[in-house]
């Protein structure tokens, strides 16, 4: 559960780290107010909010058990040894 949860906050914070680097890079004071204006934080967070989106409806169509597959979950067989869940 975490992978997913990493995933989508890397999502979100990476236009804000790309537009950190190129200020880094511009020499333009990465840490300025000036440079951090609301509206370009609007945009910052609105691109990220379409990443996760994007990430959300991939993992939606492309994640997960092929279709007409039935899940059978972990238990323990006749002679008590343990069986992980499966798809079958």
Do not use: C, N
């Amino acid at each position: 559960m975490i992978r997913p949860v990493a995933t989508e906050i890397a999502l979100f914070l990476a236009p804000f780290v790309l537009y950190a680097l190129f200020l880094f890079a511009t020499r333009a004071g990465m840490l300025d107010p000036q440079h951090w204006p609301l509206s370009r934080i609007a945009t910052l967070a609105a691109i990220a909010l379409v990443l996760m989106l994007g990430s959300f409806l991939l993992f939606a169509h492309f994640g997960g058990a092929p279709v007409g597959t039935t899940y059978v979950p972990a238990h323990l067989d006749e002679s008590g040894k343990f069986v992980p869940g499966q798809t079958r």
